[in-house]
């Protein structure tokens, strides 16, 4: 071999972009062969080939580490799932079309069709008095906590065993928000327990917003039922783990900051409202989605079944006019609610009723695919000790 296909030492640590120490330790590990120079034989050299080949490895680890970072946050898909799609502007569920499924199906049938089951419901009448609390929210933790207690893990179980734990789980948390044990279609008990007339037009919009919202591909509460079902826990466990990321304001929470916008657009005007966002590079909260750039299309699809109050209307307009970005579920979701006259709880009793079918869908196909779910971390704290020391 050619002395040219040997190089020094700190020619070697400058094209690995590391220090002696680091070299000396490929050397040690056998990645880096090395030699005396001829020369100076109180010198060594170090095989050029080697570290080309360990800083082309190094780049490739460095561009991986990049596109996973960059996963975490609307980036490149990174976990295969045969449930929900975005595509072309159109949310899919397991390949239909959510708009159309909205116009008359029902939260179980689509629950159903997620979890990629077929034929009748499956439900248990056995359900327990749901848990007193002071809240909605409160409810459906202690219900969906009080099932994850005891239920066995989902880990092993028989489909069917599977999917009527499933249907049950959708009809407990359910009674936690009605506030009872209830029978029927779910929109129908919430439109019930709401004041709204089973079977009228209320009812009817809740079951919209119901199918509307049942699952929204690999959103972080999905993400956390299925980290949760790579386990082996139960589908109880597994929703829980759901609703409580769903909790937070950059979630389910969000919705509360489209309600503090269209409030703000109430007292001083909608257009004197956005104004002073921008001014001050605020976000206009339930306008504008990142994986729909040309509208929402949930939105346009349940703010065509009812006209808005007089002050969502204009805000409505206003934004249209002054930025172009056009409303999200978000918005439409508390639109429907406040034209309903509902509490203010509403919004996120019908996100976590309806993404409960999600959740357990994602829940069951992560554990067919029984894999744990377990990414590394890429460590940037203090320098590690010397174990040696």
């Given at each position: 071999m050619k002395l040219?296909?040997?190089i020094p030492a700190d020619d070697a640590c400058?094209?690995?972009g590391v220090r002696s120490q680091t070299l000396y330790a490929y050397v040690s590990r056998g990645r880096v062969s090395v030699r005396p120079d001829p020369n100076d034989p109180r010198r060594s050299l170090y095989r050029a080939e080697d570290v080309a080949a360990l800083t082309a490895r190094k780049s490739?680890?460095?561009k991986l580490s990049e596109v996973a970072v960059g996963a975490m946050s609307w980036g490149e898909p990174v976990l295969a799932s045969e449930i929900t799609t975005v595509s072309g502007g159109r949310l899919y569920y397991r390949g239909r079309d959510a708009i159309r499924l909205a116009e008359d199906q029902t939260l179980e049938a689509v629950a159903?069709?997620?979890?990629?089951?077929h034929g009748?419901?499956?439900k248990r009448t056995d359900r327990p008095k749901p848990p007193e609390?002071?809240?909605i929210r409160a409810r459906a933790y202690a219900a969906l906590a009080g099932r994850a207690a005891v239920d066995p893990p989902a880990r092993g179980r028989a489909p069917l065993a599977l999917a009527v734990e499933a249907a049950t789980l959708l009809d407990v948390l359910t009674d936690a928000v009605a506030g009872s044990v209830g029978g029927g279609a779910i929109h129908n008990r919430l439109a019930f327990a709401w004041g709204?007339?089973?079977g009228g037009p209320g009812a009817d919009l809740i079951r919209r917003m119901l199918v509307l919202v049942a699952d929204h591909e690999l959103n972080a509460s999905a993400f956390a039922a299925r980290v949760a079902a790579s386990t082996g826990a139960s589908l109880a466990a597994s929703a829980l783990a759901g609703l409580a990321t769903l909790s937070g304001p950059r979630h389910g929470g969000a919705v509360e900051a489209v309600r503090d916008f269209a409030n703000e657009a109430s007292e001083r005007g909608a257009r004197e409202a956005i104004t002073a966002r921008l001014a001050h590079d605020r976000a206009l909260p339930g306008f504008g989605h990142q994986l729909y750039p040309d509208g929402d299309p949930r939105a346009a699809a349940l703010l065509e079944r009812f006209e808005p109050t007089a002050s969502y209307a204009r805000l409505l307009e206003a934004v249209a006019g002054e930025t172009g970005l056009k409303p999200t579920i978000d918005f439409a979701l508390l639109a429907a609610c406040k034209r309903l006259k509902l509490g203010r709880e509403a919004p996120f009793a019908l996100f976590a009723v309806a993404r409960c079918a999600g959740w357990i869908a994602h829940a069951i196909e992560q554990g067919q695919a029984d894999t744990l779910i377990r990414p590394r971390a890429r460590y940037t704290g203090p320098?590690?000790?010397d174990a040696g020391g």
């Open positions: 040219a296909d040997w400058a094209r690995l490739r680890s460095r159903r069709l997620l979890r990629g089951g009748a419901a499956l609390g002071p809240s709204q007339g089973p320098a590690l000790e």
